[in-house]
């Protein structure tokens, strides 16, 4: 299957370049292939799935906490509570794993009073903690179960057959993906808001 990438700056992307098409991807070429390979999997009565990044600009450094409730687990734990979400992660996330620690290493430096990374691969978050920089996470997103072709199934009294679905299903689920990440991104980070503001005054 084709391997569609967008290529999006977290620090900035505008809501209005991602809302200026129906998959929702602000890199307007790779939308247009997003949009064809879905409409060629919904003529082939299948599905296909992918990737919804989430970006939070503006969070101040501090909020999370190094155990428990860490930021990066809080959204994850929202994120993969979505229908058809398969998998998360934050900053560089798996791809980090190709990288030294002297490479992945944001380096910490001052200007005007203020302490901000030269980079950000940890996506805003470290050691749990927001760290003032660009939250930036992907949720990944499985290719809807119900498709337009005949499959193998067993029946109630666990008979071999098959089944095939009627009705209207969506080949992909992430343009309507889009609005929940933002929704559980705005609730996990006001709850951070909160518990922040009542621990720290």
């Known amino acids: 299957m084709q391997r569609i990438q967008a290529q999006v700056d977290p620090d900035k992307v505008k809501l209005k370049e991602i809302e200026a098409n129906m998959v929702r991807c602000p890199d307007q070429a790779a939308a247009l292939k997003m949009i064809r390979l879905i409409e060629s999997?919904?003529?082939?009565?299948?599905?296909?799935g992918g990737i919804v990044e989430g970006i939070a600009r503006g969070v101040p450094a501090g909020w999370g906490e190094p155990v428990f409730d860490?930021?990066?687990?809080?959204?994850?734990?929202?994120?993969?509570s979505l229908p058809a979400s398969k998998g998360f992660d934050v900053g560089s996330g798996?791809?980090?794993?190709?990288?030294?620690?002297?490479e992945h290493n944001d380096p910490f430096r001052a200007k005007g009073g203020k302490g901000y990374t030269t980079s950000n691969r940890s996506?805003?978050?470290?050691g749990g903690i927001s760290n003032g920089q660009t939250v930036f996470f992907r949720v990944a997103f499985k290719p809807v179960a119900t498709v337009m072709q005949e499959?193998?199934?067993?029946?109630?009294?666990?008979?071999?057959?098959?089944?095939?679905?009627?009705?209207?299903?969506?080949?992909?689920v992430l343009p309507r993906a889009v609005p929940m990440v933002e929704a559980m991104t705005?609730?996990?980070?006001?709850?951070?808001a909160l518990r922040h503001k009542a621990q720290c005054g």
């Open 41 to 48: 999997m919904r003529k082939a009565g299948n599905t296909v």
């Open 70 to 80: 860490r930021l990066e687990a809080d959204l994850a734990k929202a994120m993969l």
């Open 94 to 102: 798996f791809g980090g794993i190709l990288l030294t620690g002297l």
């Open 123 to 126: 996506g805003g978050i470290q």
């Open 151 to 172: 499959q193998d199934t067993v029946d109630i009294e666990l008979h071999n057959t098959k089944i095939k679905a009627r009705g209207r299903h969506d080949p992909c």
């Open 186 to 192: 705005a609730l996990v980070l006001m709850d951070h």
